[in-house]
Nanobody
């Protein structure tokens, strides 16, 4: 089970910090990712981090503005979002899959668990 928190409404240029609390699985090595879906658009991967070495990947629009990390011991992940833009408005979901090394992927069919999402609105 994954539960996101930290969403809200901010003005352009502002910041938000999303959190994802996980429970109910024992993936010692995993990729935890953040996806988002705006109204009328498909879901896209935003950021993902691998627990084994804390490496992370980002979609191009998030590079330089967003930072993700996870704490495997507490099964939590965060997404720090700075310099927010109106086009960042979306429902943000965290997701996780077991991984044994290498680079995380944004392939949605890899992910075993998904959270219900938290809304981010930038005006």
């Amino acid at each position: 089970q994954l539960v996101e928190s930290g969403g809200g409404s901010v003005q352009a240029g502002g910041s938000l910090r999303l959190s994802c609390a996980a429970s109910g699985y024992t993936y010692n090595r995993n990729c935890m990712a953040w996806f988002r879906q705006a109204p009328g658009k498909g879901r896209e991967g935003v950021a993902a981090t691998y627990s084994g070495d804390s490496s992370a990947i980002y979609t191009d629009s998030a590079k330089g503005r967003f930072t993700t990390s996870q704490d495997n011991a507490s099964k939590t992940a965060v997404l720090q979002m700075n310099s927010l833009k109106p086009e960042d408005t979306a429902m943000y979901h965290c997701a996780v899959y077991v991984a044994y090394g290498g680079r995380c992927s944004f392939r949605e069919d890899f992910y075993d668990y998904w959270g219900p999402g938290t809304q981010v609105t930038v005006s």
